[in-house]
């Protein structure tokens, strides 16, 4: 059963920057999709970028293109989420996901979650 972990819980002002972290454990590293998922005060799961096992032509709502970079390292199990010119409209809690397939980017292909870091962005 695979496990993802997040970390830096994280307050940062409007321009600001942000590098969010996900270890996982209990699989296949190499093997699984992994994306990252925000979820809004008041809204629904949404997809924000994922990247297959190799990394490369990595996927980004279009809300976040051009700001976020999804990056993964393949001997360390980990990916991560480098926001950069974070707006106050990105302030959710951010989730690590984890999928079999190749990429679906959707929060019903997701195979594994982590718990969730709070991101908030002040004004």
């Known amino acids: 059963h695979v496990q993802l972990v997040e970390s830096v819980v994280g307050l940062v002002q409007a321009g600001g920057s942000l590098r969010l972290s996900c270890a996982a454990s209990?699989?296949?590293?190499?093997?699984?999709?992994m994306a990252w998922f925000r979820q809004a005060p008041g809204k629904g799961r949404e997809f924000v970028a994922g990247?297959?096992?190799?990394?490369?032509?990595?996927d980004y709502a279009d809300s976040v293109k051009g700001r976020f970079t999804i990056s993964r390292d393949n001997g360390k199990n980990t990916v991560y989420l480098q926001m950069n010119s974070l707006k106050p409209e990105d302030t959710a809690v951010y989730y690590c996901?984890?999928?079999?397939?190749?990429?679906?980017?959707?929060?019903?292909?997701?195979?594994?979650w982590g718990k969730g870091t709070l991101v908030t962005v002040s004004s």
């Open positions: 996901a984890a999928e079999r397939g190749l990429g679906a980017w959707t929060a019903a292909r997701v195979d594994y």
């Open positions: 209990g699989g296949l590293f190499i093997a699984l999709t």
């Open positions: 990247a297959t096992w190799s990394g490369r032509s990595p």
